[in-house]
């Protein structure tokens, strides 16, 4: 079955300090890979795509993803963390190739919470 | 990408009553999408929306409960029908842009069943 795993809960960094969330995924063909951010009360934003080709991708506010297919990975970084990154993360997945009258149905994982200490 | 709108943005209902969430885009779509997101947990795609058609549902998730209409390109409602505490949850909409395979959110409608 297709799933999408982020190992870690809660995830506390300092202000200034880098970041690495992690995401690893299930996926019978080479998935297109996503990263959401979900602000308190807000919906998700869609921070930076996977979807073929350079395995380093930058996405929007500093954020970037790179896809290993080796350890089937798709991990979020962040060299200098803000206070105005605290959110939940959702790393999220879809089958690439054929459309389906049921769309392309995404898959998340269970999210990380993170939380930025000034 | 696409600017969505949803409404009522929260809405507090009675066991056994029903709620209708609107979803509103600024552009024409083809897909449109509806989640839940139970308190702590991730997001569960509820049912595809095609304008013109039946929606499909996941498995687990059924039309008498979840009736969804889509009568044009930029519009969908999600009903919650016959309601129970275990339907307190955050209902999103998500569209599918001509960025295919991309999908952008809605704020979201927090439901809570009492």
């Known amino acids: 079955a297709q799933s999408v795993t982020q190992p870690d809960i809660h995830i506390t960094v300092s202000e200034g300090a880098s970041l690495e969330l992690r995401c690893n995924y299930s996926?019978?063909?080479?998935?297109?890979l996503f990263w959401y951010v979900q602000s308190p009360g807000q919906g998700l934003q869609l921070l930076l795509k996977?979807?073929?080709?350079?395995?380093l991708v930058q996405g929007i506010k500093g954020f970037e993803a790179e896809f290993k297919r080796s350890q089937s990975s798709f991990n979020l970084r962040k060299p200098s963390v803000h206070w105005s990154d605290a959110a939940e993360y959702f790393c999220?997945?879809?089958?690439?190739?054929?459309?389906?009258?049921?769309?392309?149905?995404?898959?998340f994982g269970t999210g990380t919470q993170l939380k930025v200490e000034l | 990408s696409a600017v969505i709108s949803q409404k009522p943005s929260r809405d507090i209902c009675q066991r056994g009553t029903s709620l209708t969430i609107q979803c509103q885009v600024d552009s024409q779509v083809t897909m449109m999408f509806w989640y839940r997101q139970q308190p702590g947990q991730s997001l569960t795609l509820i049912a595809t929306a095609n304008q013109g058609s039946e929606a499909t549902y996941e498995s687990g998730f059924v039309i008498d409960k979840f009736p969804i209409s889509r009568p044009n390109l930029t519009f969908s409602t999600l009903t919650v029908s016959n309601l129970s505490p275990e339907d307190s949850s955050i209902y999103l909409c998500?569209?599918?842009?001509?960025?295919?395979?991309?999908?952008?959110f809605g704020p979201g409608t927090r439901l809570t069943v009492t």
């Open positions: 996926y019978g063909a080479t998935p297109y």
């Open positions: 999220a997945a879809t089958r690439k190739g054929i459309l389906t009258g049921g769309g392309n149905k995404l898959t």
């Open positions: 998500s569209v599918e842009t001509s960025a295919v395979y991309e999908q952008y």
């Open positions: 996977y979807f073929s080709g350079d395995t």
